[in-house]
Protein backbone atom coordinates (compact mmCIF):
# COMPACT_ATOMS: atom_id res chain seq x y z
CA UNK A 1 0.00 0.00 0.00
CA UNK A 2 1.99 2.96 -1.42
CA UNK A 3 -0.38 5.36 -0.31
CA UNK A 4 -0.63 4.56 3.69
CA UNK A 5 3.74 4.69 3.29
CA UNK A 6 3.44 8.12 1.68
CA UNK A 7 0.41 9.55 4.49
CA UNK A 8 2.82 7.52 7.06
CA UNK A 9 5.20 10.02 5.70
CA UNK A 10 3.11 12.93 5.60
CA UNK A 11 2.14 12.62 8.92
CA UNK A 12 5.17 12.18 10.36
CA UNK A 13 6.93 15.62 8.93
CA UNK A 14 3.28 17.74 9.62
CA UNK A 15 2.66 16.06 13.54
CA UNK A 16 5.21 17.64 15.17
CA UNK A 17 4.53 20.20 17.88
CA UNK A 18 5.66 23.11 15.76
CA UNK A 19 3.99 22.74 12.24
CA UNK A 20 0.65 21.49 14.19
CA UNK A 21 0.58 24.84 16.04
CA UNK A 22 1.20 26.45 12.67
CA UNK A 23 -1.56 24.69 11.07
CA UNK A 24 -4.01 25.94 14.22
CA UNK A 25 -3.09 29.30 14.21
CA UNK A 26 -3.57 29.40 10.04
CA UNK A 27 -7.18 27.43 10.54
CA UNK A 28 -8.13 30.67 13.37
CA UNK A 29 -6.29 33.15 10.82
CA UNK A 30 -8.56 31.47 8.36
CA UNK A 31 -11.50 31.67 9.46
CA UNK A 32 -11.69 34.71 10.37
CA UNK A 33 -11.04 36.03 7.09
CA UNK A 34 -13.70 34.17 5.10
CA UNK A 35 -15.85 35.05 7.20
CA UNK A 36 -15.13 39.29 7.41
CA UNK A 37 -17.50 39.97 4.10
CA UNK A 38 -15.59 41.00 1.13
CA UNK A 39 -12.19 39.03 2.33
CA UNK A 40 -11.94 35.39 0.77
CA UNK A 41 -9.63 33.06 0.76
CA UNK A 42 -7.65 34.59 -2.34
CA UNK A 43 -7.00 37.92 -0.27
CA UNK A 44 -6.34 36.16 3.19
CA UNK A 45 -4.12 34.37 1.54
CA UNK A 46 -2.29 36.97 -0.17
CA UNK A 47 -2.12 39.24 2.64
CA UNK A 48 0.02 36.10 4.05
CA UNK A 49 2.26 35.32 2.11
CA UNK A 50 4.71 37.96 2.25
CA UNK A 51 4.93 37.87 5.70
CA UNK A 52 5.22 34.98 5.94
CA UNK A 53 8.27 34.78 4.71
CA UNK A 54 9.78 37.30 6.15
CA UNK A 55 9.34 35.20 9.32
CA UNK A 56 11.59 32.90 7.72
CA UNK A 57 9.26 29.86 7.68
CA UNK A 58 11.07 26.97 5.39
CA UNK A 59 9.11 25.55 3.03
CA UNK A 60 6.65 23.06 4.60
CA UNK A 61 6.15 25.30 7.03
CA UNK A 62 4.96 28.47 4.98
CA UNK A 63 2.92 25.12 3.18
CA UNK A 64 0.99 24.01 5.93
CA UNK A 65 0.26 27.46 7.78
CA UNK A 66 -1.01 29.27 3.65
CA UNK A 67 -2.59 26.01 3.29
CA UNK A 68 -4.00 26.19 6.78
CA UNK A 69 -5.34 29.42 6.30
CA UNK A 70 -6.98 28.26 2.75
CA UNK A 71 -9.55 25.83 3.97
CA UNK A 72 -9.86 27.94 6.84
CA UNK A 73 -11.76 30.90 4.97
CA UNK A 74 -13.36 28.34 2.99
CA UNK A 75 -15.15 27.24 6.30
CA UNK A 76 -15.07 30.67 7.03
CA UNK A 77 -17.34 31.88 3.99
CA UNK A 78 -20.01 30.35 5.00
CA UNK A 79 -20.81 32.59 8.45
CA UNK A 80 -21.11 35.71 6.48
CA UNK A 81 -23.65 34.06 4.25
CA UNK A 82 -25.88 32.85 6.68
CA UNK A 83 -25.75 35.68 9.06
CA UNK A 84 -25.05 38.84 6.98
CA UNK A 85 -26.79 37.59 3.50
CA UNK A 86 -23.08 38.85 2.34
CA UNK A 87 -21.41 36.14 0.78
CA UNK A 88 -17.76 36.23 2.30
CA UNK A 89 -15.89 35.12 -0.72
CA UNK A 90 -17.66 34.12 -4.29
CA UNK A 91 -18.32 30.51 -3.73
CA UNK A 92 -20.04 30.90 -0.64
CA UNK A 93 -22.28 32.67 -2.72
CA UNK A 94 -24.41 29.70 -3.20
CA UNK A 95 -24.75 29.26 0.64
CA UNK A 96 -26.91 32.70 1.22
CA UNK A 97 -29.56 30.79 -0.84
CA UNK A 98 -30.70 28.60 1.90
CA UNK A 99 -28.59 29.99 4.86
CA UNK A 100 -29.94 33.21 4.84
CA UNK A 101 -33.72 32.06 4.81
CA UNK A 102 -32.48 29.50 7.82
CA UNK A 103 -30.97 32.19 9.90
CA UNK A 104 -34.03 34.46 9.48
CA UNK A 105 -36.26 31.63 10.57
CA UNK A 106 -34.52 31.88 14.08
CA UNK A 107 -32.36 28.82 13.04
CA UNK A 108 -28.85 30.54 12.59
CA UNK A 109 -27.19 27.99 14.73
CA UNK A 110 -28.41 24.95 12.58
CA UNK A 111 -27.31 26.58 9.53
CA UNK A 112 -23.78 26.75 10.91
CA UNK A 113 -23.80 23.64 12.16
CA UNK A 114 -24.67 22.12 9.27
CA UNK A 115 -22.83 23.72 7.37
CA UNK A 116 -19.85 23.30 8.91
CA UNK A 117 -20.10 19.45 9.02
CA UNK A 118 -21.10 19.07 5.16
CA UNK A 119 -17.52 21.54 4.83
CA UNK A 120 -15.87 19.27 6.84
CA UNK A 121 -17.07 16.17 4.56
CA UNK A 122 -16.18 17.64 1.62
CA UNK A 123 -12.41 19.05 2.54
CA UNK A 124 -11.81 15.77 3.94
CA UNK A 125 -13.33 13.66 1.16
CA UNK A 126 -11.75 15.74 -1.11
CA UNK A 127 -8.20 15.65 0.60
CA UNK A 128 -8.34 11.89 0.68
CA UNK A 129 -9.31 11.64 -3.35
CA UNK A 130 -6.52 14.21 -3.49
CA UNK A 131 -4.06 11.85 -2.04
CA UNK A 132 -5.37 8.97 -4.27
CA UNK A 133 -5.54 10.82 -7.79
CA UNK A 134 -2.69 13.42 -7.29
CA UNK A 135 0.57 10.67 -7.76
CA UNK A 136 -1.12 9.12 -10.67
CA UNK A 137 -2.39 12.25 -12.69
CA UNK A 138 1.48 12.99 -11.83
CA UNK A 139 2.23 10.28 -13.69
CA UNK A 140 0.60 11.03 -16.32
CA UNK A 141 2.10 14.18 -16.22
CA UNK A 142 5.31 13.00 -17.21
CA UNK A 143 4.17 12.40 -20.57
CA UNK A 144 4.02 16.53 -21.33
CA UNK A 145 6.28 18.41 -23.32
CA UNK A 146 6.18 21.39 -24.37
CA UNK A 147 3.49 21.44 -26.79
CA UNK A 148 0.98 19.68 -24.26
CA UNK A 149 2.18 22.18 -21.34
CA UNK A 150 1.24 25.34 -24.25
CA UNK A 151 -2.06 23.79 -25.04
CA UNK A 152 -2.74 23.52 -21.11
CA UNK A 153 -2.14 26.79 -20.33
CA UNK A 154 -4.35 27.83 -23.12
CA UNK A 155 -6.59 25.25 -21.48
CA UNK A 156 -6.85 26.81 -17.94
CA UNK A 157 -7.47 30.15 -19.70
CA UNK A 158 -10.33 29.26 -21.80
CA UNK A 159 -12.04 27.56 -19.00
CA UNK A 160 -11.32 30.36 -16.73
CA UNK A 161 -12.39 32.79 -19.29
CA UNK A 162 -15.48 30.54 -20.50
CA UNK A 163 -17.29 28.92 -18.04
CA UNK A 164 -16.77 30.59 -14.81
CA UNK A 165 -16.98 34.10 -16.12
CA UNK A 166 -20.10 35.94 -17.31
CA UNK A 167 -18.86 37.82 -20.51
CA UNK A 168 -15.82 35.94 -22.75
CA UNK A 169 -13.83 39.23 -23.83
CA UNK A 170 -13.91 40.41 -20.60
CA UNK A 171 -12.07 37.35 -19.09
CA UNK A 172 -10.03 37.04 -22.40
CA UNK A 173 -9.11 40.63 -21.96
CA UNK A 174 -7.91 40.17 -18.40
CA UNK A 175 -5.53 36.87 -19.16
CA UNK A 176 -4.22 39.34 -22.01
CA UNK A 177 -3.46 41.77 -19.58
CA UNK A 178 -1.75 39.77 -16.73
CA UNK A 179 0.39 37.83 -19.66
CA UNK A 180 1.24 41.38 -20.83
CA UNK A 181 2.48 42.04 -17.95
CA UNK A 182 4.02 38.65 -17.28
CA UNK A 183 6.46 39.78 -20.24
CA UNK A 184 8.00 42.67 -18.38
CA UNK A 185 11.58 42.27 -17.49
CA UNK A 186 14.41 40.62 -18.94
CA UNK A 187 13.74 38.02 -21.86
CA UNK A 188 15.62 35.48 -20.63
CA UNK A 189 16.21 33.92 -24.06
CA UNK A 190 18.17 36.83 -25.90
CA UNK A 191 18.71 38.71 -22.71
CA UNK A 192 17.33 41.80 -23.55
CA UNK A 193 14.89 44.08 -21.96
CA UNK A 194 11.44 43.74 -22.90
CA UNK A 195 7.91 46.67 -21.96
CA UNK A 196 10.68 48.35 -18.81
CA UNK A 197 10.65 51.84 -20.83
CA UNK A 198 14.52 52.21 -19.47
CA UNK A 199 13.30 52.03 -15.76
CA UNK A 200 15.19 49.79 -13.73
CA UNK A 201 12.65 48.70 -11.56
CA UNK A 202 11.08 46.83 -14.01
CA UNK A 203 14.02 44.75 -15.19
CA UNK A 204 13.40 41.97 -13.21
CA UNK A 205 9.50 42.08 -13.78
CA UNK A 206 6.42 42.45 -12.20
CA UNK A 207 6.49 40.70 -8.35
CA UNK A 208 3.31 38.57 -8.88
CA UNK A 209 2.82 39.09 -5.19
CA UNK A 210 2.80 42.91 -5.54
CA UNK A 211 0.46 42.26 -8.30
CA UNK A 212 -1.91 39.74 -6.32
CA UNK A 213 -2.01 41.61 -3.03
CA UNK A 214 -2.89 44.80 -5.03
CA UNK A 215 -5.47 43.34 -7.21
CA UNK A 216 -7.46 41.15 -4.84
CA UNK A 217 -6.75 43.32 -1.36
CA UNK A 218 -6.38 46.47 -2.04
CA UNK A 219 -9.34 46.90 -4.41
CA UNK A 220 -11.24 45.55 -1.88
CA UNK A 221 -10.38 48.45 0.83
CA UNK A 222 -11.67 50.67 -2.42
CA UNK A 223 -14.77 48.80 -2.39
CA UNK A 224 -15.45 49.12 1.05
CA UNK A 225 -14.41 53.36 0.89
CA UNK A 226 -17.36 53.47 -1.98
CA UNK A 227 -20.00 52.03 0.36
CA UNK A 228 -18.56 53.82 3.81
CA UNK A 229 -18.98 50.29 5.35
CA UNK A 230 -22.97 49.77 4.99
CA UNK A 231 -24.94 46.58 5.06
CA UNK A 232 -22.40 44.79 7.10
CA UNK A 233 -24.54 44.66 10.33
CA UNK A 234 -26.12 41.46 11.77
CA UNK A 235 -29.28 40.79 10.68
CA UNK A 236 -29.99 37.97 12.60
CA UNK A 237 -29.84 36.52 16.46
CA UNK A 238 -27.74 33.77 16.69
CA UNK A 239 -29.04 32.00 19.66
CA UNK A 240 -27.87 29.14 21.85
CA UNK A 241 -26.04 26.61 19.20
CA UNK A 242 -27.05 23.02 19.63
CA UNK A 243 -26.01 20.13 17.43
CA UNK A 244 -29.33 19.44 14.79
CA UNK A 245 -28.37 15.48 14.72
CA UNK A 246 -31.24 14.47 12.87
CA UNK A 247 -30.87 17.19 9.87
CA UNK A 248 -27.29 16.57 9.71
CA UNK A 249 -28.21 12.83 9.29
CA UNK A 250 -30.91 13.74 6.95
CA UNK A 251 -28.17 15.26 4.57
CA UNK A 252 -25.83 12.62 4.46
CA UNK A 253 -26.46 11.37 0.66
CA UNK A 254 -26.92 15.07 -0.21
CA UNK A 255 -23.32 15.52 1.45
CA UNK A 256 -21.71 12.63 -0.30
CA UNK A 257 -22.99 13.33 -3.30
CA UNK A 258 -22.27 17.44 -3.81
CA UNK A 259 -17.97 15.89 -2.56
CA UNK A 260 -18.20 13.82 -5.36
CA UNK A 261 -19.44 16.53 -7.45
CA UNK A 262 -17.55 19.18 -5.75
CA UNK A 263 -14.38 17.17 -6.47
CA UNK A 264 -14.56 17.06 -10.14
CA UNK A 265 -15.47 20.37 -10.58
CA UNK A 266 -12.60 21.51 -8.68
CA UNK A 267 -10.40 19.29 -10.77
CA UNK A 268 -10.70 21.22 -14.19
CA UNK A 269 -8.34 23.46 -14.51
CA UNK A 270 -9.59 26.74 -14.44
CA UNK A 271 -13.38 25.91 -12.52
CA UNK A 272 -12.26 25.95 -9.41
CA UNK A 273 -15.11 26.42 -6.07
CA UNK A 274 -17.01 28.39 -7.27
CA UNK A 275 -18.53 25.86 -9.99
CA UNK A 276 -18.61 23.66 -7.55
CA UNK A 277 -21.11 25.29 -5.25
CA UNK A 278 -23.16 26.02 -7.91
CA UNK A 279 -23.76 22.57 -9.38
CA UNK A 280 -24.17 20.66 -6.51
CA UNK A 281 -26.94 23.13 -5.11
CA UNK A 282 -28.51 22.75 -8.51
CA UNK A 283 -27.97 18.97 -8.50
CA UNK A 284 -29.53 19.00 -5.26
CA UNK A 285 -32.30 21.10 -5.77
CA UNK A 286 -33.59 19.10 -9.18
CA UNK A 287 -33.39 15.87 -7.20
CA UNK A 288 -35.42 17.30 -4.17
CA UNK A 289 -37.69 18.78 -6.71
CA UNK A 290 -40.70 20.57 -5.30
CA UNK A 291 -41.33 18.56 -2.36
CA UNK A 292 -38.55 20.25 -0.62
CA UNK A 293 -38.83 23.75 -0.92
CA UNK A 294 -35.13 24.89 -1.86
CA UNK A 295 -34.72 28.88 -1.29
CA UNK A 296 -36.69 28.99 1.89
CA UNK A 297 -34.03 28.02 4.35
CA UNK A 298 -33.99 23.85 3.90
CA UNK A 299 -30.53 22.04 5.52
CA UNK A 300 -30.25 20.44 2.06
CA UNK A 301 -29.43 23.68 0.40
CA UNK A 302 -26.62 24.33 3.19
CA UNK A 303 -25.11 21.19 3.35
CA UNK A 304 -24.32 21.28 -0.53
CA UNK A 305 -22.89 23.83 -1.67
CA UNK A 306 -20.57 23.60 1.41
CA UNK A 307 -19.85 20.43 0.89
CA UNK A 308 -19.87 21.09 -2.95
CA UNK A 309 -17.30 24.02 -2.69
CA UNK A 310 -15.06 22.27 0.05
CA UNK A 311 -14.29 19.48 -1.95
CA UNK A 312 -13.27 21.77 -4.85
CA UNK A 313 -11.02 23.64 -2.87
CA UNK A 314 -9.66 20.17 -2.47
CA UNK A 315 -9.76 19.21 -5.78
CA UNK A 316 -8.40 22.41 -7.00
CA UNK A 317 -5.41 21.63 -5.44
CA UNK A 318 -4.72 18.24 -7.54
CA UNK A 319 -3.95 19.89 -11.31
CA UNK A 320 -2.06 23.15 -9.38
CA UNK A 321 0.36 20.02 -7.50
CA UNK A 322 0.72 17.93 -10.57
CA UNK A 323 0.64 20.61 -13.28
CA UNK A 324 1.30 23.47 -12.24
CA UNK A 325 -2.12 25.25 -13.49
CA UNK A 326 -4.64 26.50 -10.80
CA UNK A 327 -8.01 25.56 -10.61
CA UNK A 328 -9.36 29.00 -9.25
CA UNK A 329 -8.13 32.34 -7.81
CA UNK A 330 -6.84 31.08 -4.37
CA UNK A 331 -4.98 27.70 -5.85
CA UNK A 332 -3.50 30.75 -8.25
CA UNK A 333 -2.41 32.29 -5.00
CA UNK A 334 -1.15 29.38 -3.75
CA UNK A 335 0.97 28.55 -6.81
CA UNK A 336 2.48 32.01 -6.03
CA UNK A 337 3.34 30.47 -3.00
CA UNK A 338 5.17 27.33 -4.14
CA UNK A 339 6.82 29.31 -6.93
CA UNK A 340 8.11 32.04 -3.99
CA UNK A 341 9.87 29.00 -2.51
CA UNK A 342 11.30 27.65 -5.54
CA UNK A 343 9.24 24.64 -5.76
CA UNK A 344 8.39 23.78 -9.05
CA UNK A 345 4.95 22.16 -9.03
CA UNK A 346 4.21 19.53 -11.49
CA UNK A 347 5.10 15.97 -11.91
CA UNK A 348 9.03 15.96 -10.76
CA UNK A 349 7.47 17.82 -7.06
CA UNK A 350 5.85 14.41 -6.10
CA UNK A 351 9.40 12.40 -7.15
CA UNK A 352 11.84 14.76 -5.71
CA UNK A 353 9.80 16.45 -2.57
CA UNK A 354 7.75 13.90 -1.37
CA UNK A 355 8.05 15.39 1.92
CA UNK A 356 6.86 18.34 0.77
CA UNK A 357 3.56 17.33 -1.31
CA UNK A 358 2.94 14.21 1.37
CA UNK A 359 3.36 16.83 4.45
CA UNK A 360 0.83 19.14 2.64
CA UNK A 361 -1.58 16.45 2.63
CA UNK A 362 -1.44 15.58 6.15
CA UNK A 363 -1.63 18.85 6.97
CA UNK A 364 -4.71 19.53 5.36
CA UNK A 365 -6.10 16.48 6.99
CA UNK A 366 -5.52 17.67 10.04
CA UNK A 367 -6.42 21.30 9.53
CA UNK A 368 -10.11 19.62 8.41
CA UNK A 369 -10.04 17.94 12.32
CA UNK A 370 -8.76 21.20 13.65
CA UNK A 371 -11.35 23.13 11.63
CA UNK A 372 -14.31 21.23 12.42
CA UNK A 373 -13.41 21.33 16.19
CA UNK A 374 -12.94 25.67 15.58
CA UNK A 375 -16.70 25.77 13.02
CA UNK A 376 -18.43 23.97 15.52
CA UNK A 377 -18.03 24.21 19.37
CA UNK A 378 -16.39 28.23 18.85
CA UNK A 379 -18.47 28.98 15.95
CA UNK A 380 -19.34 31.90 18.58
CA UNK A 381 -16.01 33.07 18.94
CA UNK A 382 -16.10 33.78 15.25
CA UNK A 383 -19.48 35.10 14.99
CA UNK A 384 -18.13 37.90 17.27
CA UNK A 385 -15.27 38.91 15.33
CA UNK A 386 -18.15 39.65 12.46
CA UNK A 387 -18.76 42.57 14.39
CA UNK A 388 -16.04 44.71 14.15
CA UNK A 389 -16.57 47.75 12.15
CA UNK A 390 -14.67 48.25 8.57
CA UNK A 391 -13.44 51.53 9.99
CA UNK A 392 -10.97 49.91 11.79
CA UNK A 393 -11.18 46.52 10.03
CA UNK A 394 -10.04 47.27 6.42
CA UNK A 395 -7.42 50.07 7.80
CA UNK A 396 -5.78 47.48 9.09
CA UNK A 397 -5.67 44.91 6.22
CA UNK A 398 -4.05 47.45 4.09
CA UNK A 399 -1.50 48.38 6.78
CA UNK A 400 -0.86 44.81 6.78
CA UNK A 401 -0.56 44.17 2.90
CA UNK A 402 1.37 47.35 2.84
CA UNK A 403 4.33 46.33 5.55
CA UNK A 404 4.23 42.73 4.01
CA UNK A 405 5.07 43.85 0.72
CA UNK A 406 7.31 46.48 1.60
CA UNK A 407 9.50 43.77 4.09
CA UNK A 408 9.87 41.27 1.48
CA UNK A 409 10.98 43.72 -1.00
CA UNK A 410 11.94 46.70 0.56
CA UNK A 411 11.56 49.22 -2.27
CA UNK A 412 8.68 51.89 -2.05
CA UNK A 413 8.26 51.33 -6.01
CA UNK A 414 6.66 48.16 -5.00
CA UNK A 415 3.86 50.08 -3.38
CA UNK A 416 3.27 52.35 -5.61
CA UNK A 417 2.50 49.89 -7.94
CA UNK A 418 0.72 48.01 -5.44
CA UNK A 419 -1.92 51.13 -5.17
CA UNK A 420 -2.33 51.25 -8.54
CA UNK A 421 -3.18 47.44 -9.14
CA UNK A 422 -5.14 48.04 -6.32
CA UNK A 423 -7.00 51.00 -8.65
CA UNK A 424 -7.09 48.71 -11.70
CA UNK A 425 -8.64 46.16 -9.58
CA UNK A 426 -11.34 48.33 -8.11
CA UNK A 427 -12.17 49.50 -11.88
CA UNK A 428 -11.87 45.96 -13.46
CA UNK A 429 -14.37 44.88 -10.72
CA UNK A 430 -16.79 47.18 -11.29
CA UNK A 431 -16.51 46.69 -15.49
CA UNK A 432 -17.06 43.27 -14.48
CA UNK A 433 -13.43 42.30 -16.03
CA UNK A 434 -12.38 39.41 -13.91
CA UNK A 435 -9.18 40.04 -11.57
CA UNK A 436 -7.87 36.13 -11.52
CA UNK A 437 -7.36 35.73 -15.14
CA UNK A 438 -4.68 38.42 -14.79
CA UNK A 439 -2.88 36.75 -11.39
CA UNK A 440 -3.34 33.94 -13.73
CA UNK A 441 -1.67 35.65 -16.72
CA UNK A 442 1.27 37.32 -14.42
CA UNK A 443 1.68 33.96 -12.91
CA UNK A 444 1.84 31.91 -15.84
CA UNK A 445 3.10 34.11 -18.96
CA UNK A 446 6.74 33.63 -18.76
CA UNK A 447 6.11 29.45 -18.43
CA UNK A 448 3.52 29.50 -21.42
CA UNK A 449 6.20 31.51 -23.73
CA UNK A 450 8.99 29.36 -22.93
CA UNK A 451 6.95 26.36 -23.65
CA UNK A 452 5.84 28.28 -26.67
CA UNK A 453 9.44 28.62 -27.57
CA UNK A 454 10.81 25.24 -26.69
CA UNK A 455 7.91 23.32 -28.73
CA UNK A 456 9.03 25.60 -31.55
CA UNK A 457 13.01 25.01 -31.14
CA UNK A 458 12.51 21.56 -31.12
CA UNK A 459 10.31 21.58 -34.49
CA UNK A 460 12.66 23.79 -35.75
CA UNK A 461 9.63 26.19 -36.25
CA UNK A 462 7.08 24.13 -37.70
CA UNK A 463 3.81 25.17 -36.09
CA UNK A 464 1.70 21.73 -36.66
CA UNK A 465 4.17 20.72 -33.92
CA UNK A 466 1.45 22.14 -31.15
CA UNK A 467 -1.40 19.69 -32.60
CA UNK A 468 1.28 16.65 -33.09
CA UNK A 469 0.07 14.34 -30.18
CA UNK A 470 -3.21 12.74 -28.73
CA UNK A 471 -3.01 14.58 -25.50
CA UNK A 472 -2.31 17.80 -27.05
CA UNK A 473 -5.13 17.60 -29.54
CA UNK A 474 -7.20 16.84 -26.64
CA UNK A 475 -6.52 20.10 -24.81
CA UNK A 476 -6.89 21.94 -27.84
CA UNK A 477 -10.46 20.94 -28.28
CA UNK A 478 -10.66 20.65 -24.64
CA UNK A 479 -9.90 24.41 -24.43
CA UNK A 480 -11.93 25.72 -27.23
CA UNK A 481 -14.81 23.55 -26.26
CA UNK A 482 -14.43 25.03 -22.64
CA UNK A 483 -14.36 28.78 -23.86
CA UNK A 484 -17.30 28.16 -25.94
CA UNK A 485 -19.54 25.92 -24.19
CA UNK A 486 -21.09 29.13 -22.33
CA UNK A 487 -23.02 30.31 -25.34
CA UNK A 488 -24.77 27.45 -25.49
CA UNK A 489 -25.67 26.80 -21.98
CA UNK A 490 -25.40 30.49 -20.63
CA UNK A 491 -29.73 30.43 -19.90
CA UNK A 492 -28.68 26.95 -17.79
CA UNK A 493 -25.94 28.14 -15.89
CA UNK A 494 -27.55 31.66 -14.90
CA UNK A 495 -26.78 31.72 -11.07
CA UNK A 496 -29.93 32.53 -8.96
CA UNK A 497 -30.05 36.08 -7.28
CA UNK A 498 -29.33 36.42 -3.73
CA UNK A 499 -32.99 36.21 -1.24
CA UNK A 500 -33.62 39.87 -0.30
CA UNK A 501 -34.19 41.52 2.79
CA UNK A 502 -37.81 42.58 2.11
CA UNK A 503 -39.03 38.95 2.22
CA UNK B 1 -25.73 53.67 -24.28
CA UNK B 2 -23.94 51.10 -22.02
CA UNK B 3 -20.65 54.04 -22.71
CA UNK B 4 -18.77 52.57 -19.54
CA UNK B 5 -18.07 49.11 -21.74
CA UNK B 6 -17.94 51.22 -25.07
CA UNK B 7 -15.19 53.60 -23.40
CA UNK B 8 -12.91 50.83 -22.13
CA UNK B 9 -13.08 48.93 -24.97
CA UNK B 10 -11.95 51.52 -26.93
CA UNK B 11 -9.47 52.03 -24.32
CA UNK B 12 -8.57 48.61 -24.43
CA UNK B 13 -8.32 48.29 -28.19
CA UNK B 14 -5.72 51.30 -27.92
CA UNK B 15 -3.74 49.62 -25.23
CA UNK B 16 -3.45 46.07 -27.43
CA UNK B 17 -2.30 48.54 -30.57
CA UNK B 18 0.46 50.37 -28.05
CA UNK B 19 1.59 46.74 -26.64
CA UNK B 20 1.62 45.71 -30.39
CA UNK B 21 3.61 48.12 -31.87
CA UNK B 22 6.03 48.08 -28.37
CA UNK B 23 6.60 43.99 -29.27
CA UNK B 24 8.02 45.55 -32.91
CA UNK B 25 10.69 47.52 -31.22
CA UNK B 26 11.84 44.99 -28.88
CA UNK B 27 15.47 44.56 -29.22
CA UNK B 28 16.55 41.28 -30.45
CA UNK B 29 19.96 39.42 -30.00
CA UNK B 30 22.09 37.09 -32.39
CA UNK B 31 20.74 34.39 -30.00
CA UNK B 32 17.63 33.87 -30.83
CA UNK B 33 14.83 30.90 -31.75
CA UNK B 34 12.54 30.34 -33.91
CA UNK B 35 9.68 32.12 -32.48
CA UNK B 36 11.96 35.40 -30.99
CA UNK B 37 10.93 37.55 -28.33
CA UNK B 38 8.46 39.71 -30.16
CA UNK B 39 6.14 36.69 -31.64
CA UNK B 40 4.35 36.22 -27.96
CA UNK B 41 4.00 39.81 -27.25
CA UNK B 42 2.31 40.07 -30.47
CA UNK B 43 -0.14 37.45 -29.97
CA UNK B 44 -1.59 38.54 -26.56
CA UNK B 45 -2.09 42.18 -28.37
CA UNK B 46 -3.82 40.36 -31.20
CA UNK B 47 -6.23 38.74 -28.54
CA UNK B 48 -6.36 41.52 -26.67
CA UNK B 49 -7.70 43.95 -29.67
CA UNK B 50 -9.85 41.39 -30.54
CA UNK B 51 -11.36 41.69 -27.18
CA UNK B 52 -11.47 45.11 -26.83
CA UNK B 53 -13.52 45.15 -30.20
CA UNK B 54 -16.28 43.07 -28.89
CA UNK B 55 -16.48 44.82 -25.85
CA UNK B 56 -16.74 47.93 -28.09
CA UNK B 57 -19.81 46.01 -30.01
CA UNK B 58 -21.54 44.40 -27.52
CA UNK B 59 -21.31 46.25 -24.07
CA UNK B 60 -22.74 44.89 -20.89
CA UNK B 61 -25.44 47.04 -19.11
CA UNK B 62 -23.94 50.00 -16.86
CA UNK B 63 -22.14 49.51 -13.77
CA UNK B 64 -23.54 51.09 -10.52
CA UNK B 65 -20.73 54.21 -10.71
CA UNK B 66 -19.98 55.89 -7.44
CA UNK B 67 -21.34 59.55 -6.64
CA UNK B 68 -19.24 62.60 -6.65
CA UNK B 69 -18.62 62.30 -2.98
CA UNK B 70 -17.76 58.65 -2.72
CA UNK B 71 -15.40 59.32 -5.99
CA UNK B 72 -13.66 61.75 -3.85
CA UNK B 73 -12.92 59.51 -0.90
CA UNK B 74 -11.84 57.17 -3.52
CA UNK B 75 -9.48 59.59 -4.44
CA UNK B 76 -8.03 60.90 -1.50
CA UNK B 77 -7.68 57.30 -0.32
CA UNK B 78 -5.58 56.64 -3.18
CA UNK B 79 -3.33 59.59 -3.14
CA UNK B 80 -3.02 58.58 1.33
CA UNK B 81 -1.69 54.94 -0.29
CA UNK B 82 0.82 56.45 -3.12
CA UNK B 83 2.34 58.90 0.30
CA UNK B 84 2.27 56.26 2.36
CA UNK B 85 4.34 54.08 -0.52
CA UNK B 86 6.99 57.26 -0.63
CA UNK B 87 6.98 58.18 3.38
CA UNK B 88 7.26 54.77 4.73
CA UNK B 89 10.99 54.44 4.50
CA UNK B 90 12.21 58.09 5.45
CA UNK B 91 9.56 58.67 7.74
CA UNK B 92 9.67 55.18 9.83
CA UNK B 93 6.63 53.06 10.31
CA UNK B 94 4.67 54.66 13.50
CA UNK B 95 3.59 58.18 12.17
CA UNK B 96 2.83 57.31 8.60
CA UNK B 97 0.69 54.41 9.15
CA UNK B 98 -0.96 56.45 12.14
CA UNK B 99 -1.59 59.19 9.26
CA UNK B 100 -2.28 56.29 6.70
CA UNK B 101 -4.95 54.66 8.79
CA UNK B 102 -6.48 57.39 10.31
CA UNK B 103 -7.48 59.02 7.06
CA UNK B 104 -8.68 55.42 5.76
CA UNK B 105 -11.00 55.22 8.76
CA UNK B 106 -12.48 58.41 8.66
CA UNK B 107 -12.96 58.03 5.05
CA UNK B 108 -14.79 54.76 5.87
CA UNK B 109 -16.83 55.64 8.90
CA UNK B 110 -16.72 59.62 8.93
CA UNK B 111 -16.21 59.22 12.72
CA UNK B 112 -13.05 61.46 13.54
CA UNK B 113 -12.91 60.07 17.00
CA UNK B 114 -12.98 56.30 15.63
CA UNK B 115 -10.29 57.35 13.08
CA UNK B 116 -7.73 58.91 15.61
CA UNK B 117 -7.74 55.86 18.13
CA UNK B 118 -8.18 53.44 15.01
CA UNK B 119 -5.03 55.53 13.39
CA UNK B 120 -3.17 55.20 16.45
CA UNK B 121 -3.60 51.87 17.94
CA UNK B 122 -3.54 49.94 14.84
CA UNK B 123 0.07 52.14 14.32
CA UNK B 124 1.14 51.39 17.78
CA UNK B 125 -0.19 47.59 17.82
CA UNK B 126 0.62 46.56 14.42
CA UNK B 127 4.34 47.64 15.09
CA UNK B 128 4.97 45.85 17.96
CA UNK B 129 3.51 42.35 16.49
CA UNK B 130 5.63 43.06 13.25
CA UNK B 131 8.74 43.73 15.51
CA UNK B 132 8.73 41.72 18.39
CA UNK B 133 6.37 38.60 17.55
CA UNK B 134 7.04 38.42 13.98
CA UNK B 135 10.81 39.93 13.90
CA UNK B 136 10.33 42.04 10.38
CA UNK B 137 12.73 44.51 10.49
CA UNK B 138 11.35 47.70 10.79
CA UNK B 139 11.93 51.21 12.01
CA UNK B 140 9.57 52.68 14.52
CA UNK B 141 10.81 56.34 13.62
CA UNK B 142 12.71 57.92 11.31
CA UNK B 143 16.57 57.40 11.14
CA UNK B 144 17.75 60.36 11.49
CA UNK B 145 15.71 60.79 14.94
CA UNK B 146 17.30 57.02 16.30
CA UNK B 147 21.10 58.12 15.42
Known sequence: MEIINNLYLGFSVALSPYTLMLAVIGCFIGTIVGALPGLGPSNGVAILIPITFTMGLDATASLVLLTAVYYGAMYGGRISSILLNIPGDEPAMMTTLDGYPMAKNGRAGDALVISGVASFVGALLATLALAIVAPSLARVAYLFGPAEYFALYLLAFCTLGGVASKNQAKAAFASCVGLGIAMIGVDHTTGMTRYTGGNLHLMDGIDFLVAIVGLFAVSEVFFFIESHGKDSSLGVKLGKVTIPWKDIFHTRWTMLRSSIVGFLAGVLPGAGASLGSFLTYMMEKSIAGKREEFGTGVAKGVAAPEAGNNAAAGGALVPMLTLGVPGSGTTAVLLAVLMTLNITPGPTLFADRPDVVWGLIASLIIANFVLLFMNVPMIKVFVRILQVPPAILLPGVTMVSFVGIYSLTGSYFDLLLMTVFGIVGYVFRKLDIPTVPVILGILLGANMENNLRRAMVLSDGDWTYLFSSGIAITLWVAAIAGFLAPFFVRNFLKKPSRPSDAQ | ?147
Open chain 2, 1 to 147: MKLSDRLFGLIATIGALAYGAGALGIQTSFMSDPVGSKTFPLMIATVAFLCGIVMMLKPDDEPEWPVARSIGALIICAAVLVGYAYALKPGGFLVPTALASGILSFQISGKPKLAVITGVSLSVGLFVVFKFVLGLSLFGLPRWLMG
